[in-house]
């Protein structure tokens, strides 16, 4: 048996972890593994190269991914998938395991419509895959934020000032929902939540009344940019607003022990499901175990927006 793997997408860490364990259980079980550089505009240009248990040796404690990454244009058309399909059966490539988002798992679904055995791991830092409850990447990008925000928020507080801080997160706003809750931030502006920047204001006011010397807003991306609310906030507020994008910070860096044990699991468990015949699914974490579920219907999966964890936010950071 033989199979493939890429890595697709925007990069996360992780999935360094998450290509060892697919390799060591794969050779473990007497199975050649190729890797594919570039995601699919590898596959596209049959940049494949054989994988053995040394090529994925030390790569465990690294950030990004050593299989590299992209996006490809040409595999959104039919005439792309169909050469992708090609190529991977004139390589002998029987099974192939895609890590990635949503994107990623959308051109996994292309290929098994093809014909090829796919089975798909949840990298991104977003977390913004409905299937899963998390994503391989995203404790690690909520740590780099949190490491961020107890940094600014010293020198905030010398200079009794609100700072605005960027994080990413377009459609899903949960690393600066998760973040804003642990480093105790003063407002949160999402794209699950209508934003009310009066509310928001009169808020941070009432804490500055109250001997508050100064606050923090954790912004998720999808909702604008950084600088417009500061301009906005220091408007409303007539308090000193400065702000901060944390951008590409957040997808680099050693993965945590979580998003490592993650990125095992998923691994260990994708080959797992080659070998038992379970392929066309993706491996989720799901109510605290793990599982495959078919990939048409893993992508359709809604996100759900953790109203739970916002309330509980809001309530602490009075």
């Not at 290509?19 to 593994?33: D, G, L, Q, S």
């Not at 090609?86 to 395991?97: F, K, N, R, S, T």
């Not at 409303?236 to 994008?245: P, S």
């Amino acid at each position: 048996m033989r199979i493939g793997i890429l890595t697709s997408g925007g990069d996360a860490p992780g999935m360094n972890a998450a290509i060892r364990a697919v390799v060591r259980t794969a050779i473990f079980n007497k199975i050649e593994v190729y890797g594919i550089h570039r995601g699919y505009a590898g596959l596209l240009e049959e940049d494949i190269v054989p994988l053995n248990v040394y090529s994925v040796a030390d790569i465990l404690q690294r950030g990004g991914t050593i299989l590299r990454t992209s996006r490809s244009e040409f595999f959104a058309t039919d005439a792309g998938v169909k050469k992708g399909a090609e190529v991977l059966e004139a390589y002998g490539i029987e099974h192939l395991v895609v890590i990635g988002g949503d994107g990623s798992f959308k051109g996994a679904l292309a290929l098994q419509k093809e014909g090829v055995s796919v089975i798909g791991i949840p990298g991104t830092i977003d977390n913004d895959i409905g299937c899963s409850d998390y994503t391989i990447g995203f404790d690690t990008a909520v740590t780099t934020a949190l490491d961020a925000i107890s940094k600014i928020r010293d020198t905030t507080y010398s200079h009794n000032r609100i700072n605005v801080i960027q994080v990413m997160g377009r459609k899903c706003g949960d690393i600066a929902l998760y973040s804003g809750l642990s480093g105790g931030a003063e407002a949160l502006i999402l794209p699950e939540v209508k934003t009310d920047l009066d509310g928001i204001c009169q808020r941070l006011l009432v804490g500055k009344d109250r001997g508050k010397l100064h606050s923090i807003v954790m912004l998720a991306e999808g909702c604008g940019n950084y600088r417009d609310y500061c301009v906005e906030i220091e408007e409303r507020t007539q308090v000193t607003t400065k702000g901060t994008n944390l951008g590409y910070i957040q997808r680099g860096g050693s993965p945590s022990n979580i998003d490592r044990n993650l990125a095992c699991f998923m691994g260990y468990n994708a080959v797992q499901a080659i070998i038992k015949k379970e392929t066309g699914s993706v491996m989720v974490q799901r109510f605290g175990g793990y599982q495959g579920i078919p990939l048409e219907e893993a992508i359709q999966i809604p996100k759900v927006f953790r109203q739970d964890i916002y309330d509980i936010a809001m309530v602490l950071s009075i």
